[in-house]
């Protein structure tokens, strides 16, 4: 065959698929698309076309899934969708793009056109079939677990609505209703129109077989309950509603550092609030580097997330001088080569601001200031004779961070790590290797970054040697020092455990009567009120002694109606329970202040107000301020709004507290109140009973003291248990 031959026959073949090609292209499945016209409902029954919205239909697995595109045959219906022996399935509807059609829309705010969906349904509405199984719950609850419908208010410049999800769990022919309108100046009524888009599904194993084997769940066998066992009553937990799942897609793109399934979570669901909590997430950064003579290299990072940084197509940028935008068309200083954003400023005394805007969270902006004329930094070093390297900076913003790059033949590759310089300087090899971690000696680069993030890349290159690792006897000799203390500890401590657990048994043997060995008063807090934040409430002998004699030397002429604060209690937090989340509290000091009414520190512009307590504060640094006191002489000890407002203002912690005392009465009633876990202030009807009685002051002020709890007692007449004791415990 000649080549002339072979050549009309490639000839022809090349053809024939050219013609082939688009024709077998025609009757591929295409991803699903609808476009529908939005009209406004005006006088006349005119109703004039606004927009146009192309809608897209994606299928899913899971609430925060991306889904797979449903598909569409040649003629535009779509094609089956299939779920592999599914539960359940969703379906998500997102608009594409949203074009405007009315030719009087001129885009100003003279004529502002808001595009709105009021309703959205489905049919059948198998939500109703758990109405049936649950006759009090609500519909509208029913109804918000299938489908998850924000409400839209769409402007020209808006970012494009959030998707619209529905959750099927039977395999069935839906129609899914959209209802849209148009809202302009000229609308005389707000009715939407519906848009109904049937879908057919298959593949689920509630009323099918479905398309793969279904998935048989093993129960595990009822466990018996004994006779002597009381029934256990289970409280019904609500139905999810779907936030669980994107609360845990959250945080597993915080810890992955996946910025853009962080975005695409924010685009689907804005409205829950574990998104709105992770928008500080994609706050930037920018930092820059003169890479010439008038060229700056600027470079835009998260500030949260170190293994990603935002695409091109995400970053809006801006410019100004002197406060005032600049026209970006109009700026031809900016060139993107790839993902690197190059920028040449003129070469004049003016500075120029660059500004980058999140475009999917655009509350988080960056800026830098660009000035040819003064951002030069010039940067040498050089090796001396001791092993050391010599460094000259001149320009730029000090302080200076140091970085290292190690030259790998080819390239070079940043070392982790900074050290902070202020200018000129000698610094030793070892010292660096230390400072960076390096282990293997080699040769690295050197560059600076101002205080205006201002970088300075070197050329020359320094071998740096580390220095030995330390033995490994020496490594040996501290493991065995920690362990040999470890032991030492746990022994010492075990002992203490066993001596008061003696002490606590002979204190229980003689009725705690035994004048050797006296206890602190511990007001018993779990079992007095129904929840309390402060589990034990400790008081010491100082703080006994300085409130009684407060109470006999107080003023008797004081106001006996208005609530009044008289005095600041200091101590210490000894313990937190993590478990429980309960405190251990003790009170150490009391410091008494001129008697003020609560009313009196309402005026939250006159800190001045607060100078005594401040001094008192000042007076003790290493103790804390834990709550209040207030003496009531023929009131209730019930709380008022004034006390429970003063003490949310003042003392919000959960550990502080209000102690007051009534001095009407044979028995000086005493309340120790104490806020719950919750943060909720305990009131007098939030006793474990109604007619409990108070803490009595002068059983507290009478009760003794467990001096070793707090220090050793080193004196003669410390308490020991004796042999006759010991008997006594062993007993």
Same mark, same amino acid.
């Given at each position: 065959?000649?080549?002339?031959?072979?050549?009309?026959?490639?000839?022809?073949?090349?053809?024939?698929?050219?013609?082939?090609?688009?024709?077998?292209?025609?009757?591929?499945?295409?991803?699903?698309?609808?476009?529908?016209?939005?009209?406004?409902?005006?006088?006349?029954?005119?109703?004039?076309?606004?927009?146009?919205?192309?809608?897209?239909?994606?299928?899913?697995?899971?609430?925060?899934?991306?889904?797979?595109?449903?598909?569409?045959?040649?003629?535009?219906?779509?094609?089956?969708?299939?779920?592999?022996?599914?539960?359940?399935?969703?379906?998500?509807?997102?608009?594409?793009?949203?074009?405007?059609?009315?030719?009087?829309?001129?885009?100003?705010?003279?004529?502002?056109?808001?595009?709105?969906?009021?309703?959205?349904?489905?049919?059948?509405?198998?939500?109703?079939?758990?109405?049936?199984?649950?006759?009090?719950?609500?519909?509208?609850?029913?109804?918000?677990?299938?489908?998850?419908?924000?409400?839209?208010?769409?402007?020209?410049?808006?970012?494009?609505?959030?998707?619209?999800?529905?959750?099927?769990?039977?395999?069935?022919?839906?129609?899914?209703?959209?209802?849209?309108?148009?809202?302009?100046?000229?609308?005389?009524?707000?009715?939407?129109?519906?848009?109904?888009?049937?879908?057919?599904?298959? !593949?689920?194993?509630?009323?099918?077989?479905?398309?793969? $084997?279904?998935?048989?769940?093993?129960?595990?066998?009822?466990?018996?309950?004994?006779?002597?066992?009381?029934?256990?009553?289970?409280?019904?937990?609500?139905?999810?509603?779907?936030?669980?799942?994107?609360?845990?897609?959250?945080?597993?793109?915080?810890?992955?550092?996946?910025?853009?399934?962080?975005?695409?979570?924010?685009?689907?669901?804005?409205?829950?609030?574990?998104?709105?909590?992770?928008?500080?997430?994609?706050?930037?950064?920018?930092?820059?580097?003169?890479?010439?003579?008038?060229?700056?290299?600027?470079?835009?990072?998260?500030?949260?997330?170190?293994?990603?940084?935002?695409?091109?197509?995400?970053?809006?940028?801006?410019?100004?001088?002197?406060?005032?935008?600049?026209?970006?068309?109009?700026?031809?200083?900016?060139?993107?080569?790839?993902?690197?954003?190059?920028?040449?400023?003129?070469?004049?005394?003016?500075?120029?601001?660059?500004?980058?805007?999140?475009?999917?969270?655009? $509350?988080?902006?960056?800026?830098?200031?660009?000035?040819?004329?003064?951002?030069?930094?010039?940067?040498?070093? #050089?090796?001396?004779?001791?092993?050391?390297?010599?460094? #000259?900076?001149?320009?730029?913003?000090?302080?200076?961070?140091?970085?290292?790059?190690?030259?790998?033949?080819?390239?070079?590759?940043?070392?982790?790590?900074?050290?902070?310089?202020?200018?000129?300087?000698?610094?030793?090899?070892?010292?660096?290797?230390?400072?960076?971690?390096?282990?293997?000696?080699?040769?690295? #680069?050197?560059?600076?970054?101002?205080?205006?993030? &201002?970088?300075?890349?070197?050329? $020359?290159?320094?071998?740096?040697?580390?220095?030995?690792?330390?033995?490994?006897?020496?490594?040996?000799?501290?493991?065995?020092?920690?362990?040999?203390?470890?032991? !030492?500890?746990?022994?010492?401590?075990?002992?203490?455990?066993?001596?008061?657990?003696?002490?606590?048994? &002979?204190?229980?043997?003689?009725?705690?009567?035994?004048? #050797?060995?006296?206890?602190?008063?511990?007001?018993?807090?779990?079992?007095?009120?129904?929840?309390?934040?402060?589990?034990?409430?400790?008081?010491?002998?100082?703080?006994?002694?300085?409130?009684?004699?407060?109470?006999?030397?107080?003023?008797?002429?004081?106001?006996?109606?208005?609530?009044?604060?008289?005095?600041?209690?200091?101590?210490?937090?000894?313990?937190?329970?993590? $478990?429980?989340?309960?405190?251990?509290?003790? &009170?150490?000091?009391?410091?008494?202040?001129?008697?003020?009414?609560?009313?009196? @520190?309402?005026?939250?512009?006159?800190?001045?107000?607060?100078?005594?307590?401040?001094?008192?504060?000042?007076?003790?640094?290493?103790?804390?301020?834990?709550?209040?006191?207030?003496?009531?002489?023929?009131?209730?000890?019930?709380?008022?709004?004034?006390?429970?407002?003063?003490?949310?203002?003042?003392?919000?912690?959960?550990?502080?507290?209000?102690?007051?005392?009534?001095?009407?009465?044979?028995?000086?009633?005493?309340? @120790?109140?104490?806020?719950?876990?919750?943060?909720?202030?305990?009131?007098?009807?939030?006793?474990?009973?109604?007619?409990?009685?108070?803490?009595?002051?002068?059983?507290?002020?009478?009760?003794?003291?467990?001096?070793?709890?707090?220090?050793?007692?080193?004196?003669?007449?410390?308490?020991?248990?004796?042999?006759?004791?010991?008997?006594?415990?062993?007993?």
């Amino acid at each position: 065959m000649t080549r002339r031959m072979q050549g009309k026959r490639l000839y022809t073949i090349l053809l024939a698929a050219m013609i082939c090609l688009p024709l077998f292209s025609l009757g591929q499945p295409r991803p699903w698309r609808r476009t529908v016209t939005i009209k406004d409902r005006q006088d006349g029954n005119k109703n004039p076309a606004v927009a146009k919205a192309t809608f897209s239909a994606y299928y899913m697995v899971s609430r925060v899934s991306p889904g797979s595109p449903i598909l569409a045959g040649p003629d535009g219906k779509p094609e089956i969708i299939k779920f592999n022996a599914r539960p359940d399935g969703y379906i998500k509807f997102r608009i594409e793009k949203i074009e405007w059609v009315d030719p009087e829309f001129d885009k100003t705010q003279d004529f502002k056109v808001v595009i709105r969906n009021l309703w959205v349904n489905m049919s059948p509405k198998i939500y109703l079939d758990r109405k049936r199984a649950n006759p009090g719950v609500p519909t509208s609850t029913l109804r918000r677990q299938f489908i998850a419908a924000p409400n839209v208010e769409y402007v020209h410049g808006d970012s494009l609505p959030p998707p619209i999800i529905y959750k099927i769990d039977q395999n069935n022919e839906y129609r899914f209703t959209i209802g849209m309108k148009a809202v302009t100046p000229n609308t005389t009524k707000e009715k939407p129109f519906v848009f109904t888009f049937p879908f057919t599904v298959n !593949g689920l194993i509630r009323n099918g077989k479905g398309y793969g $084997e279904p998935v048989v769940e093993e129960l595990p066998p009822p466990v018996p309950i004994a006779r002597d066992t009381a029934p256990v009553i289970v409280q019904k937990e609500p139905e999810d509603d779907g936030t669980a799942e994107i609360d845990a897609a959250v945080r597993r793109a915080i810890e992955e550092e996946n910025a853009e399934a962080l975005i695409s979570l924010m685009k689907d669901h804005p409205n829950v609030q574990s998104v709105k909590d992770a928008r500080p997430y994609l706050a930037i950064q920018m930092s820059r580097e003169l890479i010439d003579e008038k060229t700056y290299r600027v470079d835009i990072t998260y500030v949260k997330f170190t293994r990603t940084v935002p695409r091109r197509s995400q970053i809006g940028l801006d410019f100004a001088v002197y406060g005032k935008g600049l026209d970006r068309n109009r700026w031809p200083y900016l060139v993107w080569k790839g993902d690197k954003l190059l920028v040449s400023p003129p070469r004049d005394t003016i500075d120029y601001t660059l500004i980058a805007t999140h475009l999917q969270a655009r $509350e988080h902006k960056a800026q830098t200031t660009l000035n040819s004329v003064n951002d030069f930094i010039n940067l040498s070093y #050089r090796d001396t004779l001791e092993d050391k390297i010599s460094l #000259r900076i001149s320009g730029g913003k000090r302080p200076f961070m140091l970085h290292l790059e190690r030259h790998s033949g080819v390239d070079f590759f940043a070392v982790e790590g900074t050290l902070k310089i202020y200018g000129d300087t000698v610094l030793d090899k070892k010292r660096l290797a230390r400072a960076f971690g390096i282990s293997d000696e080699g040769d690295f #680069r050197v560059f600076v970054e101002d205080s205006d993030q &201002l970088k300075k890349t070197g050329v $020359e290159l320094t071998h740096i040697v580390p220095p030995p690792p330390i033995p490994p006897i020496v490594w040996y000799l501290s493991a065995g020092l920690a362990i040999a203390f470890l032991i !030492g500890f746990l022994i010492w401590k075990r002992e203490k455990r066993r001596k008061d657990e003696e002490m606590e048994k &002979l204190l229980a043997a003689r009725g705690g009567k035994d004048p #050797r060995v006296k206890r602190k008063p511990k007001p018993g807090l779990l079992g007095f009120w129904k929840e309390t934040a402060v589990s034990e409430l400790v008081l010491s002998k100082t703080f006994i002694r300085e409130v009684s004699t407060y109470l006999r030397e107080r003023a008797s002429d004081l106001q006996k109606e208005t609530p009044m604060i008289e005095g600041v209690i200091l101590g210490t937090v000894m313990k937190f329970d993590f $478990e429980n989340e309960q405190y251990k509290v003790r &009170l150490d000091r009391f410091r008494a202040i001129p008697a003020r009414p609560l009313d009196y @520190f309402d005026d939250k512009s006159n800190m001045d107000k607060w100078a005594e307590i401040r001094e008192v504060s000042a007076d003790h640094r290493n103790l804390v301020r834990i709550g209040w006191l207030q003496v009531v002489q023929g009131r209730s000890m019930d709380l008022s709004e004034l006390e429970l407002g003063f003490q949310d203002e003042q003392f919000s912690e959960l550990f502080q507290m209000l102690v007051k005392i009534n001095i009407d009465g044979k028995e000086r009633e005493t309340g @120790f109140f104490t806020r719950t876990i919750s943060g909720k202030m305990n009131d007098a009807s939030d006793r474990q009973k109604v007619d409990e009685p108070w803490q009595d002051w002068d059983k507290l002020e009478h009760a003794g003291y467990y001096e070793t709890e707090d220090k050793p007692v080193r004196d003669v007449n410390e308490a020991m248990i004796v042999e006759e004791d010991r008997h006594l415990t062993q007993g």
